[in-house]
């Protein structure tokens, strides 16, 4: 029963490197969610997707690009990465129906030097 | 857009004692849920308990429950007989209907300490 899978778990970047990080998910959810959570600053939606094709900009949605090319991944890619950047990556997904809550991976911690 | 607000950033409780975590929201909607999900050091996210907006009971897992005040816009986190295991990062989160309304809106956290 595998739920939200995140690869890689852990990476260090040099700045101006690129990245991607992959998002799987097994239980046929319709939504997907890319956040960044920082010290004192909770959980940031970086990007997020209502369907298979279909991708939104979230609240801190700059330096950073996604695709959902199927229903069950979504990746979240990194073209120049800067300082900036260092946090840990939080990928999930729910049902559209409101009453259902959303799935998380277990984070990706970036740090970018 | 959705606003959550969790005042305290840190708070702590002796064991076998309770504890209040603080939570309000700011939105128009009139149907909506609350969530408060608990990150415990091993950095995984676990749904502690949910509340719809259109229920007046307050909602109850075990020794979570919550004081849920509609007209206030508060959304408090009640947890009894405190255990070492309670020792985590708890956020508060929203979820409008709608379109980009589905998406989670968090707050910035409470770390809750448990001391034996």
């Known amino acids: 029963n595998a739920g939200v899978t995140q690869t890689p778990k852990f990476r260090v970047l040099k700045t101006g490197q690129s990245m991607t990080l992959l998002c799987a998910q097994d239980?046929?959810?319709?939504?997907m969610y890319w956040y960044r959570q920082d010290p004192g600053m909770g959980l940031r939606l970086i990007h997020y997707?209502?369907?298979?094709?279909?991708?939104a900009k979230g609240e801190v949605p700059d330096g950073y690009n996604v695709s959902r090319l199927k229903k069950q991944n979504f990746l979240l890619g990194l073209e120049s990465a800067a300082p900036s950047q260092t946090s840990v990556y939080f990928c999930a997904s729910s049902y559209v129906r409101l009453n259902t809550e959303a799935f998380f991976g277990q984070g990706t911690r970036l740090t970018v030097v | 857009a959705q606003t959550v607000t969790q005042s305290q950033p840190e708070m702590s409780v002796q064991e076998a004692e309770t504890v209040t975590l603080s939570c309000t929201y700011d939105?128009?909607?009139?149907?909506?849920?609350l969530f408060w999900y608990k990150q415990p050091p091993s950095r995984q996210m676990i749904l502690v308990i949910r509340q719809e907006a259109y229920k007046q009971q307050n909602a109850t897992e075990n020794r979570f429950s919550v004081n849920f005040q509609k007209a206030a816009k508060s959304f408090s986190l009640k947890i009894s007989d405190s255990q070492l295991g309670d020792t985590a990062m708890y956020f508060c989160?929203?979820?409008?209907?709608?379109?980009?309304?589905?998406?989670?809106?968090f707050g910035k956290g409470t770390l809750l300490t448990v001391n034996p």
């Open positions: 239980m046929n959810h319709e939504y």
């Open positions: 997707s209502v369907g298979e094709g279909t991708t």
């Open positions: 939105t128009s909607e009139s149907n909506y849920y």
């Open positions: 989160a929203f979820r409008g209907p709608g379109g980009s309304n589905y998406k989670l809106t």
